[in-house]
């Protein structure tokens, strides 16, 4: 039989009068409750890429590891649903899709600059 809450030690304590606890802005697993994420920049390519558009988020802080970053791209590649790729610290979305990575990168936790709306 499993001990009720009227047996646990604990059972006699009150929350009331407790400050509220911290709340999860991006979730319990969201790496800005873990890092100051900083200031990105956004910059529309076409060189070398057959005429199509490439937004590159760039400038990542240098204290952010590179496994923050691409799991960061995998969250904008799902919200935009297109392709891209993570490399040298440089993040490449398909498409011309501003709007939603600024908001998939402000509600991260970043300050964007780069490409204006």
């Known amino acids: 039989m ?3 809450l009227e047996d646990s030690p604990f059972g006699g304590l009150s929350s ?17 409750n873990r890092w100051k994420m900083g200031k990105v920049t956004l910059q529309r390519e076409t060189a ?8 590159v988020i760039k400038d990542f802080a240098s204290h952010l590891p590179a496994s923050v970053i691409e799991q960061i ?18 993040i490449e979305i398909q ?20 490409i204006k709306k």
């Open 2 to 4: 499993s001990p009720t």
């Open 48 to 55: 070398h890429r057959g005429g199509k558009t490439v937004i």
């Open 73 to 90: 791209g995998k969250r904008v590649r799902a919200a935009c649903g297109c392709g891209g790729t993570f490399k040298d610290r440089r």
């Open 16 to 32: 009331s009068g407790l400050p509220p606890g911290p709340s999860a802005k991006g979730g319990p697993d969201s790496p800005q």
């Open 95 to 114: 498409g011309d899709q501003v709007d939603r990575i600024r908001k998939v990168l402000e509600a991260e936790g970043f300050e964007v600059g780069g």
